[in-house]
T-cell receptor, first 115, second 115 residues
Framework: AQKVTQAQTEISVVEKEDVTLDCVYETRDTTYYLFWYKQPPSGELVFLIRRNSFDEQNEISGRYSWNFQKSTSSFNFTITASQVVDSAVYFCALSASGGSYIPTFGRGTSLIVHP | SAVISQKPSRDICQRGTSLTIQCQVDSQVTMMFWYRQQPGQSLTLIATANQGSEATYESGFVIDKFPISRPNLTFSTLTVSNMSPEDSSIYLC????????????FGPGTRLTVT
């Protein structure tokens, strides 16, 4: 069985603050993928990043960065200098060979960035 | 990446009626997925649809309530039958890309309100 936990239900910050969204996962598989998706108020899910289980290298893309640590089964997402347009629900997801690579989604973290 | 469209984008329906949601992909795909997202909740997989075979339903979802068609490699429909207010949700169609780590691409969703 696989599981994704996003303990933060809602985070509220002021523009330009840095914010980290936590994601903890569980799987017995050694081959798996981790994802982050953004769902703005319009409702459409936007893919942000994919990481495979063999690549623990952290990634930075503009103001976004991701910290993947297998030792703690975490795949955290940091937004630097947050902006109002970052306000959305963010979902972490896991797909693994044991689950036929069908993703399991966390409950999502609602990020509200105030001007 | 795949481009996915859904029809209708939203609808308000009466209790006891049925609604068919269409999902069109701009490329041929083997598997298509249908998700439900209830208000403020995460995504829940309803079923996986392969072309030429019966859909595979997740626990808690049955074919009589959510019949699915998959007539070809670019199209699928999901019907929500005998609707009740509890069926008010966003319904999302998606496909995956096994060549890209099973990254999922989502349609814009159908917002259904049942009164």
């Amino acid at each position: 069985a696989q599981k994704v936990t996003q303990a933060q239900t809602e985070i509220s910050v002021v523009e330009k603050e840095d914010v980290t969204l936590d994601c903890v996962y569980e799987t017995r598989d050694t081959t798996y993928y981790l994802f982050w998706y953004k769902q703005p108020p319009s409702g459409e899910l936007v893919f942000l990043i994919r990481r495979n289980s063999f690549d623990e290298q952290n990634e930075i893309s503009g103001r976004y960065s991701w910290n993947f640590q297998k030792s703690t089964s975490s795949f955290n997402f940091t937004i630097t200098a947050s902006q109002v347009v970052d306000s959305a629900v963010y979902f972490c997801a896991l797909s693994a060979s044991g689950g036929s690579y069908i993703p399991t989604f966390g409950r999502g973290t609602s990020l509200i960035v105030h001007p | 990446s795949a481009v996915i469209s859904q029809k209708p984008s939203r609808d308000i329906c009466q209790r006891g009626t049925s609604l068919t949601i269409q999902c069109q992909v701009d490329s041929q795909v083997t598997m298509m997925f249908w998700y439900r997202q209830q208000p403020g909740q995460s995504l829940t997989l309803i079923a996986t649809a392969n072309q030429g075979s019966e859909a595979t339903y997740e626990s808690g979802f049955v074919i009589d309530k959510f019949p699915i068609s998959r007539p070809n490699l670019t199209f699928s429909t999901l019907t929500v039958s005998n609707m009740s207010p509890e069926d008010s949700s966003i319904y999302l169609c998606s496909v995956d890309n096994w060549a890209n780590g099973y990254e999922q691409y989502f349609g814009p969703g159908t917002r259904l309100t049942v009164t």
